[in-house]
């Protein structure tokens, strides 16, 4: 399969923003690509057709590879019912009520099964799929039966791209730490970082780059600042207190990405072309 994943140091990093960025970019320049996230803990769901339900942030980034949504692109959403408990929608249809711990135990092969399925007829109607992670990789004690990061990164054999957001604070340590988390197989996966929602001179975080760049032995592959406006909400619920108003603003975004990071270099990435 070509494509590529963006994971997060955390949630609300902007992944589902860089996701919809690139999923524009490669449709503009004519490559056919789909979106794609396992799983979506969300109440924030949209009708696609069919009597099917996908996240609202999936059916966003389809519209932004101007191609058509699919329950494939999103195949499990977890709509929470409660603290404890949450709705599952599987490949756009309601499969019941679960817990966490049921969840965890009942339902990960069915879940496994419908990710690798969905991915593999996505990868024979696509030329790429840029896939969304969920959180961060580097929760270690759900690592065994997850299917949100890693595990769906080794299933499709993609790069990955890992996503932090500077106006939280904490940048280094969290870039450092998650990739300190990983396994070696998982590390060697992950081919650049991104710093997102910058805020200021970006000749400020030269020094930045400089430390993350020997310290990981990662290329930085953008400085993305801050753009408010552009009509596309985030996907958690934390995305509500940022609710942008408006028609979205794909190509905006799109071109505000492409300028701030190394698109060459992601485009090669998600495409494989002249990657070994």
């Known amino acids: 399969m070509k494509g590529i994943m963006i994971q997060g140091t955390a949630s609300h990093v902007g992944k589902s923003m860089v996701c919809a960025a690139i999923c524009r970019l490669l449709a503009e320049e004519g490559v056919r690509v789909a979106p794609f996230k396992s799983q979506n803990m969300s109440d924030r769901t949209v009708r696609i057709g069919g009597g099917l339900e996908i996240s609202r942030a999936q059916a966003a980034q389809a519209e932004?590879?101007?191609t058509a949504p699919a329950a494939e692109m999103n195949p499990i959403v977890l709509k929470p019912s409660d603290d404890r408990h949450a709705d599952i929608i599987l490949l756009g249809k309601p499969a019941g009520r679960m817990g966490g711990m049921e969840y965890r135990e009942k339902f990960f092969r069915t879940g496994l099964d419908a990710i690798r399925s969905s991915l593999g007829r996505l990868a024979e109607r696509f030329e790429a799929v840029v896939i969304e992670g969920a959180g961060s990789p580097a929760e270690v004690n759900l690592n065994d039966r997850e299917l949100v990061n890693?595990?769906?990164?080794?299933?499709?054999?993609?790069?990955?791209?890992?996503?932090a957001d500077i106006e939280r604070g904490g940048v280094f340590a969290s870039i450092v730490g998650t990739l300190d988390l990983l396994s070696e197989e998982d590390r060697r996966r992950v081919k650049g970082l991104?710093?997102?929602?910058?805020r200021g001179d970006p000749r400020l975080f030269d020094d930045g780059i400089a430390f993350l760049e020997a310290r990981t032995g990662l290329p930085v592959l953008g400085v993305i600042p801050f753009m408010?406006?552009?009509g596309i909400e985030e996907e958690d619920s934390l995305g509500g207190k940022e609710a942008?108003?408006?028609e979205p603003r794909y190509g905006d975004w799109a071109a505000h990405f492409r300028k701030h990071a190394d698109w060459p270099q992601i485009r090669r990435l998600a495409t494989g072309e002249g990657v070994s």
């Open 150 to 163: 890693m595990r769906v990164a080794r299933t499709a054999d993609v790069p990955v791209l890992l996503v």
């Open 244 to 246: 942008r108003t408006g």
């Open 194 to 198: 991104i710093i997102n929602k910058f």
């Open 64 to 66: 932004a590879a101007k």
């Open 228 to 230: 408010d406006g552009h």
